[in-house]
């Protein structure tokens, strides 16, 4: 069936760098994404979202791209930082199932000093 | 507020036993979801409601049962418990979808 998937399971960033964390989606009528934040031993926190009728979204230190021509998503967060280190974790639905989301499997974020 | 509870937060069975996770949520939100995650993967929704009286499926709903009483909880019950329901299990809330919902903070269960 189609899924959501991630390009690196990990990524390495040094504290203050930028970090771009990317995801693949392959159901072209999904319309609506979250990217979600989850820290060891917790739930999953949202952080952001976007619809498809939007290229762009920025939030504090967080920005969601979204390019629907090659079905891809990503996240990229400004001077990471070492409370930033968790997987995220991005996800789709689309109006005609509204309640229901679809997971990709993850990327851990690692901040180093 | 105490947001989205879910109890208990670690549980071992056995196969064949039988058990309800507990989800309770003090915001009012129509819409409730139980997820599982299994290690180093992304979660999969069993079932969700979006509102009481009113459940259904999602990706994974076999093996388990969900009512909605009312709006605050939201119960799983395992009925057979078998082995591939070792999982973390989240409990989640939203006002009127998935957009922005509130997790729990997880149930570990673990069937031996």
């Known amino acids: 069936g189609e899924s959501v998937g991630l390009h690196l399971p990990t990524l390495s960033v040094q504290e203050g760098d930028n970090s771009i964390i990317n995801c693949a989606y392959s159901?072209?009528?999904?319309?609506?994404f979250i990217w979600y934040k989850q820290e060891s031993g917790k739930g999953p926190q949202f952080i952001i979202d976007i619809r498809s009728n939007m290229d762009k979204r920025q939030g504090q230190r967080v920005t969601v791209l979204l390019n629907k021509t090659v079905k891809h998503l990503s996240l990229q967060i400004a001077a990471t930082q070492p409370g930033d280190s968790a997987v995220y974790f991005c996800a789709e639905s689309f109006t005609g199932t509204a309640s229901k989301l679809t997971f990709g499997t993850g990327t851990r974020l690692q901040v180093t000093l | 507020n105490a947001g989205v509870t879910q109890t208990p937060k670690f549980r071992i069975l056995k196969i064949g036993q039988s058990m309800t996770l507990q989800c309770a949520q003090d915001m009012n939100h129509n819409y409730m979801y139980w997820y599982r995650q299994d290690p180093g993967m992304g979660l999969k929704l069993i079932y969700y409601?979006?509102?009481?009286?009113?459940?259904d499926k999602g990706e994974v709903p076999n093996g388990y049962n969900v009512s909605r009483s009312t709006t605050e909880d939201f119960p799983l019950r395992l009925e057979l418990a078998a082995p591939s329901q070792t999982s973390v299990y989240f409990c989640a809330s939203s006002l009127r979808g998935p957009a922005e919902a509130f997790f729990g903070q997880g149930t570990r269960l673990t069937v031996v």
């Open positions: 159901n072209s009528a999904s319309d609506y």
């Open positions: 409601s979006v509102g009481a009286g009113i459940t």
